[in-house]
């Protein structure tokens, strides 16, 4: 099994940055060849892919393209999304997801490991 933890949520003004880590423990044996993704659920909406990242390819949604940056630390077991400019729309709980491939997906019924969530609010 694996464990994911998020951290670095928040309330911030729009136009403002957010720092979001995750991190990995447990099974996680060849963390370096996992692939992984944030996505995020807004109040009243369904769970969305935000990015996502493999071995040196990134993803993301058109929604947060050239906003947002994923990067991952493999030696500390960490993936890490970095939000700019953001706007209210925004404002969702974000979970870092996991899956022991190197296949990034966008449909979240691919990924078997969640963390439980950080609550980002992008107040206007």
């Known amino acids: 099994q694996v464990q994911l933890v998020e951290s670095g949520g928040g309330l911030v003004q729009a136009g403002g940055s957010l720092k979001l880590s995750c991190t990995a423990s447990g099974s996680t044996f060849m963390f370096e060849n996992y692939a992984m993704g944030w996505f995020r659920q807004g109040p009243g909406r369904e769970r969305e892919f935000v990015a996502g990242?493999?071995?040196?390819?990134?993803f993301y949604s058109d929604s947060v393209k050239d906003r947002f940056k994923i990067s991952r630390d493999d030696a500390k077991k960490m993936v890490y999304l970095e939000m700019n400019s953001l706007k209210p729309e925004d404002t969702a709980v974000y979970y870092c997801?996991?899956?022991?491939?190197?296949?990034?997906?966008?449909?979240?019924?691919?990924?078997?490991?969640w963390g439980q969530g950080s609550q980002v609010t992008v107040s206007s």
């Open positions: 990242m493999g071995w040196s390819s990134e």
């Open positions: 997801a996991a899956r022991t491939d190197n296949a990034v997906y966008r449909e979240s019924l691919m990924y078997p490991y």
